[in-house]
């Protein structure tokens, strides 16, 4: 069966489900889920049931929300379609890219799977969206970089920026400007003493950007050595 034969609410709690794993390694809950689509937890309950009940989901009362297999390969089509047409508002309509998460949340639900096949053709078959999250092949394959917080890193640290959490349109265009994109090679300097604020040297500037712990926690890098 076809994602798109979901209801649009069950397309888009299996998404979010898999998005909350993907990010944390720490077990799903109920109260998660309503925290990440702002829905009341009697809401989220009933939805959880009724995916349990369609072998979408185990869940145990007040346990962990996990997806089954058959679950996981419905998320990952939403994923898939999700950051596909990420990819296509940038790379074809020339969207700014802390625009096209909101934009995506509308299209997914609405677009065929050949429709998705067909941007995925004309795009080259990419592997990253324009905020560098892996976007799963046809076969559901996924490639995850392996990158880890910039609030992880130590001072005097050369990273490159693998992916950034879209969930903020303005920190989005807060980096934009400072060209702080998924690629950018990044130099952390010494905080302040009692500050929380990072310095960063973007490679090819020469104006230290300080970022506060949300933007940091945003940021995910990897070691970068020429």
């Known amino acids: ?39 009341r937890m009697s809401s989220v309950s009933d939805a959880v049931r009724k995916m349990a ?25 939403m994923v898939r379609r999700h950051r596909l047409l990420e990819t296509f508002l940038v790379t074809v309509l020339g969207y700014d890219w802390e625009k096209i998460h909101d934009e995506a949340e509308h299209l997914e639900h609405a677009v065929s799977d050949f429709f998705v096949e067909r941007i995925d053709s004309i795009l080259g078959h990419p ?13 559901g394959v996924v490639d995850v970089p392996s990158a880890q917080p910039l609030t992880e890193m130590k001072p005097g640290a050369r990273v490159k920026v693998e992916r950034i959490s879209d969930e903020d349109a303005e920190l989005l265009g807060f980096f934009s400007e400072r060209g702080i994109i998924p690629g950018a090679v ?25 970022l506060g712990t949300r933007a940091g926690n945003s940021l995910f890098v990897a070691a970068f050595e020429d």
Request: a negative charge.
């Open 1 to 39: 069966m076809s994602v798109s034969e979901l209801s649009v609410s069950t397309q888009n709690y299996l998404k979010v489900i898999w998005g909350l794993e993907e990010w944390s390694s720490t077990p799903v809950t109920a109260t998660e889920i309503a925290q990440k689509t702002g829905l």
């Open 53 to 77: 009940g369609q072998g979408l989901v185990d869940h145990q009362r007040y346990g962990a929300v996990e997806l089954t297999e058959e679950g996981r390969t419905y998320a990952v089509q």
């Open 127 to 139: 592997g990253r969206d324009p905020h560098g999250d892996p976007i799963p092949d046809a076969h």
């Open 186 to 210: 990044l130099r952390l300097g010494t905080p302040e003493p009692f500050s929380d604020a990072m310095a960063v040297l973007v490679e090819g500037t020469d104006a230290p950007v300080s």
